[in-house]
């Protein structure tokens, strides 16, 4: 059978590089994030969520996670984090729901769109930071896209869960108010949070192809 695509020279480096990161951590990544306390890796699930997987490459291919803020942190429950600025289509583009058609749980690690009804994903998303998650993740719209892996990677997670300075956001608790954060395109608000920790960049760690 013929080959679906071809890669190119920098995709095979790239392609190179995950295997080494294989290598350090035992398992296959699709996507490296930097954040303020380290590196994560993620493993996607495109089975389980196209829609959604989709859509957060198309989020990492132009960029989107450079310095965005992990602004709500409960310990034990999840970690959520996105930024809407500025008057482009990732602000305001919502995508449809996944409906597999076997569910996933969530875990630990898992990789989520915040959503809040019916096809309502956006740019938000969050970290599952619970074990035994409950009712959480029984919505369609927080269908898992993604799990981190490898022992490092889970290792910077709990370092940003212990680093829960300002916790949940208003009422709940004294964090930043995502109503505030949208809009806030020069950051003069979220400098009233320097304890805050962030998503510096994501990318891919091979050419991707979801298929669709």
Request: glycine share 10%.
């Amino acid at each position: 059978m013929q080959a679906r695509f071809w890669i190119r020279p920098l995709a095979l480096a790239l392609a190179l590089a995950c295997v080494q990161c294989e290598k350090a951590t035992g398992t296959t990544a699709d996507v490296k994030c930097q954040t303020t306390k380290g590196e994560v890796l993620l493993k996607l699930f495109p089975e389980n969520a196209p829609i959604g997987v989709k859509h957060l490459a198309e989020l990492i291919q132009a960029d989107f996670f450079t310095n965005v803020p992990l602004f709500r942190t409960v310990p034990g429950f999840l970690m959520q984090f996105g930024r809407m600025v500025g008057n482009n289509k990732w602000d305001s583009d919502t995508i449809k729901d996944d409906h597999p058609a076997k569910k996933k749980l969530m875990t630990r690690g898992t990789l989520s769109y915040a959503g809040g009804g019916k096809d309502s994903r956006t740019n938000q998303l969050f970290f599952a930071f619970c074990t035994s998650c409950g009712g959480l993740g029984d919505q369609p719209w927080e269908t898992p896209i993604g799990q981190i892996v490898g022992a490092p990677s889970l290792a910077v997670l709990d370092a940003l869960e212990h680093a829960h300075s300002y916790g949940d956001m208003p009422p709940w608790g004294k964090g930043p108010d995502p109503g505030r954060i949208q809009g806030d395109a020069d950051g003069s608000y979220l400098k009233l949070f320097p304890k805050l920790d962030y998503i510096k960049g994501c990318k891919m760690t091979a050419e991707w192809h979801h298929g669709l």
